[in-house]
């Protein structure tokens, strides 16, 4: 039973573009999301949260978006740029110390 | 300055072996985790000790036992090792509330 869903695999945007990724999750007691991204043989580096009683984070070019009624949430960049190609994984917590991941989305930035 | 390391970075090993994984933070975090990815690249968590305390124990096969000898320090032993158990594995550490901070990850093989 996968709480937090990335459904899309990939994602190729051109350089400048905006990219958005997508997360869904099923469980209503989430209330804390993050977003990491990974390099290749490194471990999984924070990016930005978003806490439930908000519906927008900012950080320079990185946005999260939360509908807590859809269950969904998003990350855009603006602009891409090629060094943010990388595997993003979105997470979520109850704020037990749990923490579940989904399973990623691979994001190419092509200049 | 390393924040969360673990050691050793790659580990190739015959079924059956036992062998360990060390993982330490300098981060004054009080709680501390593995992870496992698998070949599908889902992140899943495996344990979480917080001030040495376990915590969360997930269905993971008792082979696997995790030590923490002081909050600082969080290692995973695994008996009896099978060709199943050949991932990446991740520590982290975290406050309470805020963001994982990962390691660079331990990639297992075994033959």
């Known amino acids: 039973d996968q709480q937090v869903k990335q459904n899309s695999p990939s994602l190729s945007v051109q350089e400048g573009r905006i990219s958005i990724l997508n997360c869904d999750y099923t469980n209503s007691m989430f209330d804390y999301f993050l977003w990491y991204k990974k390099y290749p043989a490194e471990g999984p580096t924070f990016l930005i949260s978003?806490?439930?009683?908000?519906d927008k984070n900012e950080d320079g070019r990185f946005t999260v978006f939360l509908n807590k009624s859809a269950k969904h949430l998003s990350l855009h960049i603006v602009p891409s740029q090629p060094g943010d190609s990388a595997v993003y994984f979105c997470a979520a917590s109850d704020r037990t110390y749990k923490y579940i991941f989904g399973t990623g989305t691979r994001l190419k930035v092509l200049a | 300055d390393t924040a969360v390391s673990q050691t050793p970075k790659y580990l190739v090993t015959q079924m059956g072996n036992d062998k360990s994984i060390k993982c330490e933070q300098n981060?004054?975090?009080?709680?501390m985790y593995w992870y496992k990815q698998d070949s599908k690249k889902f992140l899943k968590i495996m344990f979480s000790?917080?001030?040495?305390?376990?915590?969360i124990n997930e269905t993971v096969p008792n082979r696997f036992s995790p030590k923490s000898p002081d909050k600082a320090h969080l290692n995973l032993h695994i008996n009896s090792l099978e060709l199943g158990d050949s991932a990446v594995y991740f520590c982290?550490?975290?406050?309470?509330?805020?963001?994982?901070?990962f390691g660079n990850g331990t990639r297992l093989t075994v033959t």
């Open positions: 978003i806490s439930s009683i908000k």
């Open positions: 000790y917080n001030n040495k305390e376990l915590i």
């Open positions: 981060l004054g975090h009080d709680t």
């Open positions: 982290a550490s975290s406050q309470a509330g805020s963001p994982l901070h």
